[in-house]
Nanobody, 127 residues
């Protein structure tokens, strides 16, 4: 069983930056692909970014490429999402998720492929 706790959300003006962090407990952290998803009001949950067990492979939704960076620290059992040049369209609840995929290069983008979820952190970008 893996428990995930997100932090770092908040209110920021357009063009600003935020750094989200997700702390994991339980399980073997390095056996999990870690992902970030987001859900805006009235919309379905959307894939944002994922990173493989070693941090050597990442994947992003097109709308955040060049602005967001996902990273992980297996020693600290954390995954981060650095968000720069934020836009009002980035406003959503952001969720950290874990997909049990040891030693894989496959980075799933569908929420159904992820086994564990955090409770989410609100990110609001004002115009």
């Amino acid at each position: 069983q893996v428990q995930l706790v997100e932090s770092g959300g908040g209110l920021v003006q357009a063009g600003g930056s935020l750094r989200l962090s997700c702390a994991a407990s339980g399980g073997t952290f390095s056996s999990y692909v870690m992902g970030w998803f987001r859900q805006a009001p009235g919309k379905e949950r959307e894939f944002v970014a994922a990173i493989n067990w070693s941090g050597g492979s990442t994947n992003y939704v097109d709308s955040v490429k060049g602005r967001f960076t996902i990273s992980r620290d297996n020693g600290k059992r954390t995954v981060a999402l650095q968000m720069n040049s934020l836009k009002p369209a980035d406003t959503a609840v952001y969720y950290c998720a874990a997909d049990y995929s040891p030693l894989t290069a496959v980075l799933h983008t569908a929420s159904r492929d992820y086994d564990y979820w955090g409770q989410g952190t609100q990110v609001t970008v004002s115009s």
